[in-house]
């Protein structure tokens, strides 16, 4: 009778073939379908998470590239005198448009109607 010696490698491998023709998994294959488990999802949800924060921190700086210029305008403070309107006001600064003088007044002093008080303080804007 002749012995066949078989090496430590080629055991694991027979047994290895044989585990999995049994239908059951080796040691060394921790997830044999490729499903993540908790910590694996959790890892990758972060990734992709931290990469679209970097993606729309790009694009967002890249829209804000055109930044536009306004011109300061400056201002004169007038106090309101009694009796006076909006329009009476605009109308004594005004060079020409005093509809367009109104708005600018409501504007510059964040009214939000076109009622005046005598003794407000008012910022016209003087062009």
């Known amino acids: 009778m002749s012995a ?6 080629a055991m694991k491998s027979i047994a290895a073939k044989s585990i999995i023709n049994q239908g059951q998994s080796p040691l060394w294959v921790a997830n ?30 890249r829209s804000g590239a055109q930044v536009q210029v306004i011109k300061s305008a400056s201002y004169t403070s007038v106090i309101v005198p ?5 329009w009476s006001v605009a109308s004594a600064y005004s060079t020409g448009d005093v509809q367009g003088m109104v708005e600018a007044i409501r504007e510059a002093n964040n009214l939000k109607g076109y009622d005046v008080v005598a003794g407000e303080k008012l910022r016209v804007p003087s062009k």
């Open 32 to 61: 044999p379908s490729g499903a993540l488990n908790r910590r694996g999802r959790l890892a990758r949800t972060l990734a992709v998470a931290s990469i679209a924060v970097v993606m729309a921190a790009g694009f967002s700086a």
């Open 4 to 9: 066949v010696a078989l090496s430590p490698v």
């Open 82 to 86: 009694a009796g006076a309107t909006l």
